[in-house]
């Protein structure tokens, strides 16, 4: 199943990821406000991967 993961599958994850663990970060550290906006960015960033998924499945 690993095998199907492209490198930019791979950076687009782990972007997601990052956010989301930097953002829990912040939120423990008493910045709830940066924090709830690092992690809006989370299905901002897999709705781009799954868009450029889509254009890529079309050609």
Not at 14 to 41: D, N, P
């Amino acid at each position: 199943m690993l095998k199907k993961f492209t490198l930019s599958d791979i950076i687009m994850f782990l972007a997601a990821f990052s956010s989301l663990i930097f953002s829990e970060i912040l939120w423990f550290k008493g910045e709830k406000e940066a924090g709830i906006f690092i992690g809006l960015w989370v299905p901002s960033i897999l709705g781009f991967a799954i868009l450029l998924k889509l254009i890529n499945n079309q050609k």
